[in-house]
């Protein structure tokens, strides 16, 4: 619930601070007295558009923080927890907003975006506006008020998902279709340069490796050459290994008479043999290398069949292999199964009938809850002065599918015995239409699972005893969920449990609009002024006090 709203330079608040309680709280105050305000700081919060013009005249920065208590809210914990902006029992969500125009949000100290503060409030209150019965005659938001009443968000979300992949594939196949000819001769130009690479068939690492080979190949004389003269050198007549040799044995000849030699002399040794195995090492790799001109001619030309490939496709030649690999998987995503139009046109046809499946399914829920509602909302429209009103939902189909699936919803409604329906939208009286809009908002308030719900003057055009009844009604919302109300009318305060003034001063040409609890006896003061206006008399004030009385003991 929403525990504490402050502010800071905005419109006519220089700085406030309020707190609510759980039921039912009103706030009332004389027309201009700024009760609009409150609303458009908790709207900032809540993710709405933000005018530079609500920052106070004379400041560079408004301020607006709400404060929400989410212990019983699994669903704002779980949002929370997902976007890693995690909160301990509340939850705190600010704006500010420079005289520039320019806006910052925050999600329990950290950054957070508009979308953000969007999607989290929608998770924890639910404003119905004194004029939301206007929006209440167009037919999308009739049939979003009835998938709110029926709580089927599993169908809603297959039905927009299934929607998504129908059209997915209506769209490829609509490609495919648009781009027949272009896809032929591309079909073609791959076979063509698929060809060519299957002739050549190049492999990973095949040119460096025989480029290697070729320089092998090609100096082979050199190569052994030099290995049967390094070899003679070290393990010839005269040389390295024999001359080493001679001079170990002459050094053996003076050991027992002079033992500093003894170091020199394993040097030398160790040099013997390092020596012989070097020779060894070199016939080794003489062994290796063969005089073969019919191998040095076949990698001479694989190299040119490789290097010409590589030149005509502008390819360095090790990149061969991996465009042969790319040419076989474009030609496959081509021309492979799936991809004809036959197959594409089968892909539609599953997509949409699951699509279809799944849009009937939420037209059966939203069917139910239509009934439902109607009764619902004809109790409640004969409970305010409409004896014999009747409401009723018609559930028909859409002329064309979308996201929400196959329906368009009318309201219907008669307010008069031996009326016929008709649309809500040609209800002619204002007071009516006021009405059937708060009969429709408190009947789908009741089934909500948010924790929160603001009524803002939804009673305009109401007075007497159906006033009393919208109080009562109210009060009896508040007994399972907070309830705000802003009213004009002192039947409805005088239900409410708590109950704020909003008043409008000036002080030395500053005009500043203030919230002030109201006390027992400030309350019967208040609800006077409501009934009687400015002048005030003690037959007023007792009426006042029997009405608060009243009410009061029926909430105990």
Same mark, same amino acid.
């Given at each position: 619930?929403?525990?504490?709203?402050?502010?800071?330079?905005?419109? $006519?608040?220089?700085?406030?601070?309020?707190?609510?309680?759980?039921?039912?709280?009103?706030?009332?105050?004389?027309?201009?007295?700024?009760?609009?305000?409150? =609303?458009?700081?908790?709207?900032?919060?809540?993710?709405?558009?933000?005018?530079?013009?609500?920052?106070?005249?004379?400041?560079? &920065?408004?301020?607006?923080?709400?404060?929400?208590?989410?212990?019983?809210?699994?669903?704002?914990?779980?949002?929370?927890?997902?976007?890693? $902006?995690?909160?301990?029992?509340?939850?705190?969500?600010?704006?500010?907003?420079?005289?520039?125009?320019?806006?910052?949000?925050?999600?329990?100290?950290?950054?957070?975006?508009?979308?953000?503060? +969007?999607?989290?409030?929608?998770?924890?209150?639910?404003?119905?506006?004194?004029?939301?019965?206007?929006?209440?005659?167009?037919?999308?938001?009739?049939?979003?008020?009835?998938?709110?009443?029926?709580?089927?968000?599993?169908?809603?979300?297959?039905?927009? !998902?299934?929607?998504?992949?129908?059209?997915? !594939? @209506?769209?490829?196949?609509?490609?495919?279709?648009?781009?027949?000819?272009?896809?032929?001769?591309?079909?073609?130009? $791959?076979?063509?340069?698929?060809?060519?690479?299957?002739?050549?068939?190049?492999?990973?690492?095949?040119?460096?490796?025989?480029?290697?080979?070729?320089?092998?190949?090609?100096?082979?004389?050199?190569?052994?050459?030099?290995?049967?003269?390094?070899?003679?050198?070290?393990?010839?007549?005269?040389?390295?290994?024999?001359?080493?040799?001679?001079?170990?044995?002459?050094?053996?000849?003076?050991?027992?008479?002079?033992?500093?030699?003894?170091?020199?002399?394993?040097?030398?040794?160790?040099?013997?043999? *390092?020596?012989?195995?070097?020779?060894? *090492?070199?016939?080794?790799?003489?062994?290796?290398?063969?005089?073969?001109?019919?191998?040095?001619?076949?990698?001479?030309?694989?190299?040119?069949?490789?290097?010409?490939?590589? &030149?005509?496709?502008?390819?360095?030649?090790?990149?061969?292999?991996?465009?042969?690999?790319?040419?076989?998987?474009?030609?496959?995503?081509?021309?492979?199964?799936?991809?004809?139009?036959?197959?594409?046109?089968? &892909?539609?046809?599953?997509?949409?009938?699951?699509?279809?499946?799944?849009?009937?399914?939420?037209?059966?829920?939203? +069917?139910?809850?239509? &009934?439902?509602?109607?009764?619902?909302?004809?109790?409640?429209?004969?409970?305010?002065?409409?004896? +014999?009103?009747?409401?009723?939902?018609?559930?028909?189909?859409? @002329?064309?599918?979308?996201?929400?699936?196959?329906?368009?919803?009318?309201?219907?409604?008669?307010?008069?015995? #031996?009326?016929?329906?008709?649309?809500?939208?040609?209800?002619?009286?204002? #007071?009516? =239409?006021?009405?059937?809009?708060?009969?429709?908002?408190?009947?789908?308030?009741?089934?909500?699972?948010?924790?929160?719900?603001?009524?803002?003057?939804? *009673?305009?055009?109401?007075?007497? #005893?159906?006033?009393?009844?919208?109080?009562?009604?109210?009060?009896?919302?508040?007994?399972?969920?907070?309830?705000?109300?802003?009213?004009?009318?002192?039947?409805?305060?005088?239900?409410?449990?708590? !109950?704020?003034?909003?008043?409008?001063?000036?002080?030395?040409?500053?005009?500043?609009?203030?919230?002030?609890?109201?006390?027992?006896?400030?309350?019967?003061?208040?609800?006077?002024?409501?009934?009687?206006?400015?002048?005030?008399?003690?037959?007023?004030? +007792?009426?006042?006090?029997?009405?608060?009385?009243?009410?009061?003991?029926?909430?105990?």
């Amino acid at each position: 619930m929403l525990q504490a709203l402050t502010i800071q330079n905005l419109a $006519l608040i220089s700085r406030l601070h309020l707190e609510f309680t759980a039921g039912f709280t009103t706030l009332t105050g004389e027309t201009g007295a700024g009760k609009s305000i409150l =609303l458009d700081a908790l709207g900032l919060t809540l993710g709405n558009r933000a005018d530079a013009g609500l920052v106070r005249h004379g400041t560079d &920065k408004a301020d607006v923080t709400a404060d929400f208590d989410i212990q019983n809210v699994p669903a704002a914990q779980a949002w929370l927890a997902e976007q890693e $902006l995690n909160a301990e029992g509340d939850c705190l969500l600010r704006r500010t907003l420079s005289k520039e125009g320019r806006s910052k949000a925050y999600i329990n100290g950290l950054p957070a975006t508009v979308a953000q503060l +969007k999607q989290l409030s929608a998770l924890l209150i639910d404003i119905h506006g004194q004029h939301q019965h206007q929006s209440l005659t167009h037919s999308r938001e009739q049939l979003a008020l009835i998938d709110a009443y029926a709580q089927h968000d599993a169908k809603l979300t297959e039905t927009m !998902q299934t929607y998504q992949a129908w059209s997915k !594939q @209506q769209q490829t196949l609509a490609a495919h279709r648009e781009n027949q000819a272009d896809r032929q001769s591309r079909i073609e130009l $791959l076979t063509f340069q698929l060809s060519e690479f299957d002739r050549v068939a190049p492999l990973a690492e095949e040119y460096e490796q025989l480029s290697a080979e070729q320089q092998t190949l090609s100096h082979a004389h050199d190569i052994k050459q030099a290995l049967l003269q390094g070899q003679d050198l070290l393990n010839g007549d005269g040389g390295a290994s024999e001359r080493i040799a001679a001079a170990v044995a002459a050094l053996e000849g003076i050991q027992n008479v002079h033992a500093p030699i003894e170091p020199m002399l394993e040097q030398l040794r160790s040099v013997q043999i *390092d020596c012989t195995e070097a020779a060894n *090492d070199l016939q080794h790799a003489d062994h290796q290398v063969t005089l073969d001109p019919e191998r040095l001619a076949f990698v001479d030309e694989r190299l040119g069949e490789l290097f010409a490939l590589a &030149k005509k496709y502008q390819l360095d030649p090790e990149a061969l292999e991996s465009r042969h690999l790319a040419l076989q998987n474009e030609l496959q995503e081509l021309t492979g199964e799936g991809t004809s139009l036959e197959a594409l046109e089968a &892909k539609v046809a599953d997509a949409w009938q699951a699509y279809e499946k799944a849009a009937y399914a939420l037209s059966a829920s939203r +069917k139910k809850a239509a &009934k439902r509602l109607s009764r619902a909302v004809s109790e409640r429209m004969q409970t305010l002065g409409m004896e +014999k009103g009747r409401f009723e939902i018609e559930i028909t189909t859409a @002329q064309t599918p979308g996201e929400q699936g196959l329906d368009k919803a009318s309201f219907e409604v008669t307010t008069n015995p #031996g009326q016929p329906l008709q649309a809500l939208s040609k209800v002619a009286s204002g #007071g009516e =239409l006021s009405r059937i809009s708060l009969a429709i908002q408190v009947a789908s308030a009741e089934v909500a699972s948010l924790p929160t719900l603001i009524f803002d003057e939804v *009673d305009v055009g109401i007075g007497g #005893g159906i006033a009393e009844v919208v109080g009562r009604t109210m009060q009896q919302l508040g007994q399972h969920r907070q309830v705000l109300a802003i009213t004009h009318l002192a039947q409805v305060a005088a239900c409410a449990q708590t !109950q704020y003034a909003i008043e409008k001063t000036t002080q030395k040409g500053t005009t500043q609009t203030q919230v002030i609890p109201l006390s027992v006896s400030e309350r019967t003061e208040e609800l006077a002024r409501m009934l009687g206006g400015m002048t005030l008399t003690e037959q007023t004030r +007792k009426h006042a006090q029997e009405m608060l009385e009243l009410a009061q003991s029926d909430s105990a």
